[in-house]
């Protein structure tokens, strides 16, 4: 999802979504309001300080999203627990099948001695 054309519009876009105004975004992220004035009007491109700054301010702030435009706007929180989930998720399946085995194991065991006493 591209939300916006450049990283000037998308510096402005998410200054409206969080509603501040340019002098309070501006003082949130430690710059001068003539700057984003500047940014408003095109005339200058954030610096990389500007970046940082948004993203130590704001981190929940996808910087793909700021720098390209690229995926969505605000991290998912979830996502940064997406490697236990999937890890406990592992761990659950690999104890299923450990105790499915084991059943299937028992059970087979059970019918060979079964089919054992009949010969």
Do not use: C
């Amino acid at each position: 999802m591209q939300s916006s054309e450049d990283i000037n519009d998308r510096v402005l876009f998410l200054m409206k979504y969080l509603k501040l105004s340019k002098a309070a975004f501006a003082e949130s992220i430690g710059i001068n309001p003539s700057v984003l004035s500047h940014i408003a009007s095109k005339r200058n491109k954030p610096s990389i300080d500007m970046v940082i700054s948004i993203a130590r301010i704001y981190p929940k702030v996808s910087g793909d999203w700021l720098l390209t435009g690229l995926g969505i706007m605000f991290k998912d929180e979830s996502s940064s627990n997406l490697k236990s989930i999937v890890n406990d998720s592992i761990a659950e399946l690999q104890l299923l099948h450990d105790v499915n085995y084991q059943s299937y194991t028992s059970r087979l065991k059970s019918i060979a001695n079964r089919l054992d006493s009949l010969v």
